[in-house]
Structure formats: structure tokens, C-alpha cells
């Protein structure tokens, strides 16, 4: 009886959960959408974002503010983004109305191979210490990028960032929850304790965090560019710490490293172009997921309902159970794409699903041969972008180089090393499968949504749910952002882990009794969680009216702001 009425209780609370009533608005927006035609920028974090706009107002391009907010919110979101991580990003390019694609990813170390797992008798790379960390990518795509479309010197671009990592800055409640929960984990590996636990526990809401080792380490690369990151003084201090340290990333391993410019991917849905980035990023799951989803007529069905949300969890263990299996560096493999996002093989797909019941599980298709921060960026003359950076995990692999003032990422955990044939298997200088993800939307050709959210395995479930609630719900920017989300867990994992009975559908407050009850009778398993779907960022520009739209959710600390 006592849980008969915690549950309606719980129940209760989850109707009530909207944004409280205002003057005007949507059902879920818990603020208006910001409107500006100079410039815009949506970051999880208000200082990243007045860092933006200081260096759109100073006559940089929107790739220099992104830069900038992404250096910024290193130093203040330390347990989720930095320098030891990886980068993406999608641009559209206003005076060649074109999109490109960017993939700065780094690599295994080249001393590191499956066999030293193997006669380890160890199933998984470990989650935290050396041995998951990868090449970083980040301080290298931010040259690259800038190389093609910066404006201002990178000292001017980085200034706001050694600035607050000398002076420091008030943390937040959000971030100084996010830092709390690994801290402690990690607080005896190498270097974490000095850089991230000054006082002996990591700094709390209002607290003054300063790093200057940091603010050090970013006036080295703003002086002597790329390379002082990859073949100077960082690169020496980081190959003798893991050598140290019993990691095997190396000089060599930093000294060799590439970032590229790809070609997106895309699907058409409704009449919307919805933009990825390949292999071995997870965008095309988002895409794959829409795929199957366009048959239905989702807008009839209503947002929240029971019929809607079956469809799309069902959708997305098809398309999670094919990321498991195919998605993964294509230097090393040769990743059906085409065929992945063809509509006839989304047909194929959807036939499978049961509308009455939610599967246990599915096979992953068969193909004939043949913690993350997300911030997007527009400017005066129409480029925008759409940029995600990650060290992967909270603090990542807790190993924080002598005097340097980052974590380095732990993004190789995510190799197989169970299954020698295995598309992502580890093998030495490849890139590891990669969760973080930028995406972009189009319309006749033109730019319309630059968007993102942050959160692992959610994002590309994360991004179909997006385009559902712009597309078939009628939702505005910020309102499809704050509505509530669900993350199903369970899908076969490309570290070689399996799904089993289904999995687990969570779901965010917000959603109806009635709904939860009848996706109960189609068998799935629910659970109620906080905080873990969050956050969204988005611009869409209205060509109309020449006028920027930013949104940032209400999950995170985050601002969108113009001028």
C-alpha cells in the first residue's frame, strides 16, 4: 500500500512538473527565446557565453566565439569538457552556402594494442587511470578551425579564459555538483588532487575557483600556436607523466596528430534536411532513428503520449543495436553508410517492430558488401556553428599532467578489446567510437537550427526528440529544449556489452500517468530519473526577418545571448 501511493504521489508531482504559468509562452518553456541580428551564442555556462559575445562585438567570426566559449568553459566546466578531450563541430559557411563537417578526434597510442588486454585476462579497459587516455584533440581542431575561419589572433581569442583561470571565477550549483560526484573517485591519481581539491574537497557553489596552471598552459598554446601543445614543452611534460605513471600515450603519439574536415551526413525528414557527422561519431543513430520514425504519423499521436514514445524507444534499439556494430573509426574499417541511412533499409527496420510490445531485443541489421559540453555560435555575416567537446567521462581518467592544469580524456574506454573482429576492437592509432555529437538543420538549402545537448548514449536520442518537437509538435526553440525527454538504456554497447530484457525507458518528469501506465502494458520497464538528459543549446536563424533565435534549457546553467 505504501508504495501504491509513493507512486501516485510520484505520479502527481510528474503532471505538475512544467515550467510554472507565465504572461506568455509554451507549455514547457520556461523562458523566451532570445532574439538578436547581430550575432548570437547558446553555451551551458553564462561566462562562456558573454566571452562569445565579447568576441563577436570585437569583430571576430563566429568559429573565434566559439573558440573562446569553448576555452572558457574548460576552465569552468572542468569535469566535463577541456584540452585533453576531443572536438567536433558542423559550420555553415554563409559565403559558400555549404556545411562542412570536422572530426578532431585523436588516436590510440601506438603502443597500445588488444593483446595487452588479452594476456591482462581483462574483458574492458578501465574507466579512469592511463590506460584509457587518447591523443587530444581538442587544441588542434581549435587551429584547424581558426585556420579556415578565424578572424582575430588566438591571444586575443583566449585572453577571457587565462584571465578567469588567474583571477578565478564564483562556481556554479550545477558545476560544483558535477565536480562533487567524481572527485572523490579520482583524488588519488596523479595530479588531480592539487588541480581540481585545493582545500582538500572540490570547491563548492560560490566558491572562487582559481587554475592558474591552466591559465599558464593556455598562454603557451595562444603564443606558439598548435605546436606548443603537440611538439613543445606540453607534449614533453605529458609523455614523461604517463611514462611515469604506467600510461603508454607518447610524444610521438601527440607529435603525429591530424584532425580532418569531413563530409556531413544527412536524412530528409518531412521536408527538413537534419545534418550528422559519420563514424566514428554516433550522429547517424539520430539519423537512422528519424528514418524510421518519418512512416508514423507522429504529430497525431501527441507529444508524450504512450503510442509515441513506444515509437520512438523501439526506433531507437534498431538503430543503437547497428551503432554497436558497424560504428567505429573508417580508417580501419569500411562503414556501410549509405546503406545505413537508405530509406528502404529504415523500411526493413520498422518492419520489426510490434506496436503492442516492446522488444527484448533485436538483431542489428544485416548489410550486403559494396560528459561532453555543447555550444553553438552565429554571427553578423550568417556563419554559424555547431561545436561539441568532451574528455569523455566526469574528470575523465583522473590524470591531470604535472603543472599543466587539465584532465587528459579517457575516450579509449569505449574500444572492444573483448572481440578481435569487432569494427571498434582496439587497435594501435585509431580512433576510438565517439558519443559526442553536433547537429545542424537545414531547409531549401538553407541554414534553419544549429543544435546539440550533451549526455553520452542520450545524445542521438536526444537529437531525434528535438527534431520531433520542432517538426511534427509545432514546438518553438526554446520550448522543444525544456520539454521533457526520455533515455533509454539497455542497447548493445560498442565496447561489447549487450542489452538485456528490453533494457530501461527513463523518463523525466512532465510526462502523463496515463501514458506511463499503457507503456507499462506494452512490457517496458520504466524508471524516473533527474539531471541526466541536459544540456541543449540551439540557434535557428529566420531568414524572413534576418533574426537569430537562441535557446539554452533550464537543466543546466546555461545562457543564450546577442546582440
Not at 6 to 11: D, N, R, S, Y
Not at 110 to 136: T, W
Not at 194 to 201: A, D, H, I, L, R
Not at 551 to 561: I, N
Request: with cysteine.
Amino acid at each position: 500500500m505504501k508504495k501504491l501511493i509513493l507512486f501516485v504521489l510520484l505520479a502527481n508531482i510528474m503532471i505538475s512538473a512544467n515550467a510554472q504559468d507565465r504572461l506568455t509562452g509554451q507549455t514547457f518553456a520556461t523562458r523566451s527565446e532570445v532574439l538578436a541580428q547581430n550575432g548570437m551564442a547558446a553555451t551551458s555556462q553564462p561566462l562562456a557565453t558573454q566571452a562569445a559575445l565579447d568576441i563577436l562585438k570585437k569583430g571576430g567570426s563566429a568559429m573565434d566565439a566559439a573558440i573562446a566559449a569553448n576555452a572558457v568553459l574548460g576552465l569552468v566546466e572542468p569535469a566535463s569538457c577541456g584540452i585533453g578531450g576531443d572536438i567536433f563541430a558542423i559550420v555553415w559557411d554563409a559565403k559558400e552556402e555549404k556545411l562542412y563537417g570536422f572530426n578532431g578526434s585523436g588516436r590510440s597510442p601506438k603502443a597500445l594494442d588488444r593483446d595487452y588486454f588479452v594476456k591482462r585476462e581483462m574483458d574492458y579497459i578501465p574507466f579512469i587511470g592511463p590506460l584509457p587516455v587518447s591523443v587530444p584533440g581538442c587544441v588542434d581542431g581549435w587551429f584547424e578551425m581558426h585556420k579556415k575561419y578565424g578572424k582575430l589572433d588566438m591571444q586575443q581569442i583566449l585572453q577571457p579564459a587565462i584571465q578567469y583561470a588567474r583571477n578565478g571565477f564564483p562556481v556554479s550549483e550545477v558545476i560544483a555538483y558535477e565536480m562533487s560526484t567524481s572527485g572523490e573517485r579520482r583524488k588519488d591519481l596523479p595530479g588531480f588532487k592539487e588541480t581540481y581539491m585545493p582545500g582538500g574537497s572540490t570547491p563548492k557553489k560560490g566558491d572562487v575557483f582559481k587554475n592558474p596552471n591552466l591559465g599558464n598552459t593556455y598562454e603557451k598554446i595562444a603564443k606558439g600556436g598548435r605546436d606548443a601543445f603537440y611538439k613543445g614543452d606540453i607534449a614533453r611534460t605529458i609523455d614523461k607523466y604517463m611514462k611515469a605513471h604506467g600510461g603508454l600515450l607518447s610524444y610521438d603519439d601527440l607529435a603525429s596528430h591530424t584532425s580532418n574536415w569531413i563530409e556531413p551526413v544527412s536524412t530528409n525528414y518531412r521536408g527538413y534536411d537534419v545534418w550528422e557527422l559519420p563514424p566514428n561519431g554516433q550522429g547517424t543513430a539520430a539519423l537512422q532513428m528519424l528514418n524510421i520514425m518519418e512512416a508514423y504519423d507522429i504529430k497525431s499521436m501527441g507529444f508524450g503520449s504512450a503510442e509515441y514514445l513506444h515509437v520512438l524507444t523501439e526506433a531507437k534499439k534498431l538503430a543503437y543495436e547497428d551503432r554497436a556494430k558497424f560504428y567505429a573509426d573508417p580508417e580501419f574499417n569500411t562503414i556501410p553508410i549509405e546503406q545505413l541511412l537508405s530509406k528502404d533499409y529504415a523500411a526493413q527496420r520498422r518492419a520489426l517492430i510490434d506496436p503492442n510490445q516492446a522488444a527484448d531485443e533485436y538483431p542489428a541489421g544485416e548489410i550486403e558488401s559494396g560528459n561532453t559540453t555543447y555550444l553553438t555560435v552565429a554571427d553578423k555575416d550568417g556563419n554559424m556553428v555547431s561545436l561539441i567537446q568532451s574528455i569523455y567521462a566526469v574528470f575523465a581518467s583522473g590524470m591531470v599532467p604535472d603543472g599543466l592544469g587539465f584532465v587528459l580524456q579517457n575516450r579509449g574506454q569505449m574500444f572492444n578489446v573483448k572481440d578481435a573482429d569487432h569494427f571498434n576492437v582496439l587497435e594501435p592509432g585509431k580512433r576510438p567510437f565517439h558519443t559526442i555529437i553536433p547537429a545542424f538543420i537545414t531547409k531549401d538549402g538553407k541554414p534553419w537550427v544549429s543544435f546539440g545537448l550533451m549526455g553520452g548514449a542520450v545524445q542521438p536520442q536526444g537529437h531525434a526528440q528535438i527534431v520531433a518537437n520542432l517538426v511534427d509538435f509545432g514546438m518553438g526553440l526554446q520550448e522543444a529544449g525544456d520539454a521533457p525527454r526520455m533515455r533509454h538504456a539497455g542497447s548493445s554497447q560498442p565496447t561489447g556489452s549487450k542489452m538485456t530484457n528490453g533494457g530501461v525507458l527513463n523518463l523525466e518528469s512532465g510526462f502523463d500517468y496515463k501514458a506511463i501506465r499503457e507503456l507499462r502494458k506494452k512490457g517496458h520497464t520504466i524508471s524516473f530519473a533527474v539531471g541526466i538528459y541536459g544540456g541543449y543549446q540551439a540557434i535557428m536563424l529566420d531568414w524572413a526577418n534576418k533574426v537569430y533565435y537562441g535557446a539554452s534549457e533550464s537543466r543546466k546553467d546555461g545562457q543564450a545571448a546577442g546582440y
